[in-house]
């Protein structure tokens, strides 16, 4: 069993920088893949980010590319997600999630292909 710890959320304005860290306790997280998914007030949880169980493959919502990005580091079982330039529509909870049985290469996009979340942690981006 995997229990995901998430932190570094808050508030920040508009054009600024977050970086939300993952930390997976329990088993080795090595070979589990990890999303992010983000879940704004009346909206459907969505797919931002998502990186292979090795770490060589990535995966990123179109509203967040060439602005996000995800990072693995095994052996401190941890992945981060680095948000850049955030604008008031990334305003959300923002959720990390692992796959026990990643598949090599493949980085995975949808909700159902997660086993393991964690708690949610809140982004605001002021205007």
């Known amino acids: 069993q995997v229990q995901l710890v998430e932190s570094g959320g808050g508030l920040v304005q508009a054009g600024g920088s977050l970086t939300l860290s993952c930390a997976a306790s329990?088993?080795?997280?090595?070979?589990?893949?990890v999303g992010w998914f983000r879940q704004a007030p009346g909206m459907e949880r969505e797919f931002v980010a998502a990186?292979?169980?090795?770490?060589?493959?990535?995966r990123y919502a179109d509203s967040v590319k060439g602005r996000f990005a995800t990072t693995r580091d095994n052996a401190k079982n941890t992945v981060v997600l680095q948000m850049n330039n955030l604008t008031p529509e990334d305003t959300a909870v923002y959720s990390c999630?692992?796959?026990?049985?990643?598949?090599?290469?493949?980085?995975?996009?949808?909700?159902?292909?997660?086993?393991?979340w964690g708690q949610g942690n809140q982004v605001t981006v002021s205007s």
């Open positions: 990186v292979s169980g090795s770490g060589g493959t990535f």
């Open positions: 999630a692992a796959r026990r049985f990643g598949v090599p290469g493949v980085a995975f996009t949808t909700r159902e292909d997660y086993d393991y």
């Open positions: 329990g088993p080795t997280f090595s070979g589990y893949a």
